[in-house]
């Protein structure tokens, strides 16, 4: 799974500030999915893209959070006014279809809010 | 109650040991079922995917489903202190790979 690349891979942010985690999937992969795992807790899905389009953000929380997946360029999963209760592993997995079992995961981006 | 209960441990055993490691689930619907492994400060990789009742071995890792309980498995014979990881079972839908339901994890170390 060494092709999902994230970074960076810690980021520390004082409260108010804002977070930005990058994804580049593997290559000839088109399917991105953001995860996020809480000290204690599984893995819970926030967000999954296609290229250029939010296809499913049922687990994105309502407020401060945003993701993208530009035309050029890697996915972005942005968090403003960042809180203590963000601090989390931020996990992104890729995929070369939906329609798959297999989901390539990232080292993940360990985000610390001071 | 959550959708997917796995007993978080930590389980500790000695080389060449057999680990089971064990979730439940309340939604009948789902229709596929995998374990990932997560070493520390890593991503989760794929271990066994299976899709029916049943069993699926795969080296030293055997993968069973029993779907009319709700409940599977994934044994691991001759265990390494290489396997000490976190193990993750991991659910989803029929026709949708977008959202995986997550256990939260047993965390397994296996002593030389």
Not at chain 1, 16 to 28: D, N, V
Not at chain 1, 46 to 71: C, H
Not at chain 2, 13 to 31: D, R
Request: charged share 25%; net charge positive.
């Amino acid at each position: 799974n060494a092709g999902v690349m994230q970074n960076p891979r810690h980021l520390v942010r004082r409260r108010g500030q804002e977070a930005r985690l990058r994804c580049s999937p593997m290559k000839g992969h088109s399917h991105v999915y953001w995860y996020r795992q809480l000290p204690e807790e599984g893995l819970k899905f926030m967000v999954y893209l296609q290229k250029e389009n939010i296809i499913d953000e049922s687990g994105m929380p309502k407020e401060r959070f945003s993701a993208e997946f530009p035309k050029e360029g890697p996915s972005i999963l942005r968090i403003q006014q960042v809180v203590r209760g963000d601090s989390a592993a931020y996990f992104c997995a890729s995929s070369d279809r939906e329609e798959t079992g297999e989901l390539f995961f990232g080292e993940g981006s360990r985000l610390t809010v001071l | 109650q959550k959708e997917v209960e796995q007993d978080p441990g930590p389980l500790s055993v000695p080389e060449g040991a057999i680990v089971s490691l064990n979730c439940t689930y309340s939604n009948s619907a789902f229709q596929y079922f995998m374990w990932y492994r997560q070493y520390s400060r890593k991503g989760p990789e794929l271990l066994m995917y299976t899709y029916s009742s049943g069993n699926k071995e795969d080296g030293r890792f055997t993968a069973q489903v029993d779907k009319s309980s709700k409940y599977i498995s994934l044994f691991i014979r001759d265990s390494q202190p290489s396997d000490s990881a976190t193990y993750l079972c991991a659910l989803r839908l029929s026709g949708s790979a977008r959202q995986l339901t997550f256990g939260s994890g047993t965390q397994l170390t296996v002593l030389p």
